[in-house]
T-cell receptor, first 113, second 112 residues
Framework: NAGVTQTPKFRILKIGQSMTLQCTQD?????MYWYRQDPGMGLKLIYY???????DKGEVPNGYNVSRSTTEDFPLRLELAAPSQTSVYFC????????????FGSGTQLSVL | QQPVQSPQAVILREGEDAVINCSSS?????VHWYRQKHGEAPVFLMI?????EQKGHDKISASFNEKKQQSSLYLTASQLSYSGTYFC?????????????FGAGTTVTVRA
């Protein structure tokens, strides 16, 4: 049981490039989330999904896009990368309901230079 | 809207106690607490639901005052392993329980 798997672990992008951060969970969780964490800061919600085909914006969605075609996968797309998107990105999932804990992936460290 | 945590940082000696507070401007349905070690993902500690319950996990416990829209995390007789950054996450209502927002974190350093 792998839990939540994120790839890649590290990536360096040039300004203006695009990339997709992959997130897969094998726990059949309905709810999935993308957070970003800037150095020394807290977690900010980018996008979330409550099931396949359903996504919604979080607190800081600008510059990102998501899709949820299956229960397992929730990729995060960066278009036209900017230095302000340098951060650690965490994907998380849970079964559903406020009494259910989040399972986090190990994170992707992204630098935009 | 993200909850507000205080203090930002605390330094303890082994065996000392500390309290971390988390407050929201919105009515809360649930509060989550997580701890993150440097370079790692956050790890779940506990969840408190609307109803003012108090929970404990080893010598770490928490309370939830829904009227004040606040939660507090209590570190008792701290150990070196308690060092890390503690985050509270809040869900504002049952009807919107899927959106979980986190505070900026409280960095706890426990010294021998």
């Amino acid at each position: 049981n792998a839990g939540v798997t994120q790839t890649p672990k590290f990536r360096i992008l040039k300004i203006g490039q695009s990339m997709t951060l992959q997130c897969t969970q094998d726990m059949n969780h309905n709810y999935m989330y993308w957070y970003r964490q800037d150095p020394g800061m807290g977690l900010k919600l980018i996008y979330y999904s409550v099931g396949a085909g359903i996504t919604d914006k979080g607190e800081v969605p600008n510059g990102y896009n998501v899709s949820r075609s299956t229960t397992e996968d929730f990729p995060l797309r960066l278009e036209l990368a900017a230095p302000s998107q340098t951060s650690v990105y965490f994907c998380a999932s849970r079964t559903g309901g406020s009494n259910e804990k989040l399972f986090f992936g190990s994170g992707t460290q992204l630098s935009v230079l | 809207q993200q909850p507000v945590q205080s203090p930002q940082a605390v330094i303890l000696r082994e065996g000392e106690d500390a309290v971390i507070n988390c407050s929201s401007s919105k009515a809360l349905y649930s509060v989550h607490w997580y701890r993150q070690k440097h370079g790692e993902a956050p790890v779940f500690l506990m969840i408190l639901l609307k109803g003012g319950e108090q929970k404990g996990h080893d010598k770490i416990s928490a309370s939830f005052n829904e009227k004040k829209q606040q939660s507090s995390l209590y570190l008792t007789a701290s150990q070196l392993s308690y060092s890390g950054t503690y985050f509270c996450g809040t869900a504002s209502s049952l009807s919107n329980d899927y959106k979980l927002s986190f505070g900026a974190g409280t960095t706890v350093t426990v010294r021998a």
